[in-house]
Antibody, heavy 121, light 109 residues
Framework: EVQMVESGGGLVQPGRSLRLSCATSGFTFDDYAMHWVRQGPGKGLEWVSG????????AYADSVMGRFTISRDNAKNSFYLQMNNLGPEDTAMYYC??????????????WGQGTMVTVSS | EIVLTQSPGTLSLSPGERATLSCRASQSVKWNYLAWHQQKPGQAPRLLIY???KRATGVPDRFSGSGSGTDFTLTISRLEPEDFAVYYCQQYGSSPPFTFGPGTKVDIK
């Protein structure tokens, strides 16, 4: 069974850091590009960051550039989002998603169930 | 950055009716790399359509996508009770960000 499971969310104070993880199973992880997408409470979807199959292509939304870092470990079938200097605007459900293939430019075929990040003092 | 606009914001229909959802891009979407995702309350999004008109695995054929360039449409031929949800279009053909539209909510009339 294909699965993507996020972890690492929680309540954090403004200015602090958090590291999200996405563990995958049921498919050949290193064949696929991976992405993080977030959704603020009652809001729409916002693409946050993406990483190609070999980490050769990485991109970020302007809203997180310089604060967030995406990475992956193909040996562990997992990828990560290091989030620094968090602000209230970063409060959201964070979803990990897989591209449909190795092409960085591909639709997001598989989604995890999400992990909630709340930034508040 | 490509901005996506979806209309209408809310569509109120009855089961069995046809739903037509629109997505308009601020500039042409390269290779028609336009996807539609469905999201139900409390659930993760689910890919329905990619490359504007190709159904994802397991998606019923009552869902169809069409369009090219800057104008795209998702059509649900006959609404089933499980189709009442929010639908987002997303472009992934141009350099990031891979933007989403604001969504169209399809609710029961």
């Amino acid at each position: 069974e294909v699965q993507m499971v996020e972890s690492g969310g929680g309540l954090v104070q403004p200015g602090r850091s958090l590291r999200l993880s996405c563990a995958t199973s049921g498919f050949t992880f290193d064949d696929y590009a991976m992405h993080w997408v977030r959704q603020g409470p009652g809001k729409g979807l916002e693409w946050v960051s993406g990483i190609s199959w070999n980490s050769g292509r990485i991109a970020y939304a302007d809203s997180v550039m310089g604060r967030f870092t995406i990475s992956r470990d193909n040996a562990k079938n997992s990828f990560y989002l290091q989030m620094n200097n968090l602000g209230p605007e970063d409060t959201a459900m964070y979803y990990c998603a897989s591209g449909r293939g190795s092409n960085f430019y591909d639709a997001f075929g598989i989604w995890g169930q999400g992990t909630m990040v709340t930034v508040s003092s | 950055e490509i901005v996506l606009t979806q209309s209408p914001g809310t569509l109120s229909l009855s089961p069995g009716e046809r739903a037509t959802l629109s997505c308009r891009a601020s500039q042409s979407v390269k290779w028609n790399y336009l996807a539609w995702h469905q999201q139900k309350p409390g659930q993760a999004p689910r890919l329905l359509i990619y490359e504007a008109s190709k159904r994802a695995t397991g998606v019923p054929d009552r869902f169809s996508g069409s369009g090219s360039g800057t104008d795209f449409t998702l059509t649900i031929s006959r609404l089933e009770p499980e189709d009442f949800a929010v639908y987002y279009c997303q472009q992934y053909g141009s350099s990031p960000p891979f933007t989403f539209g604001p969504g169209t909510k399809v609710d029961i009339k």
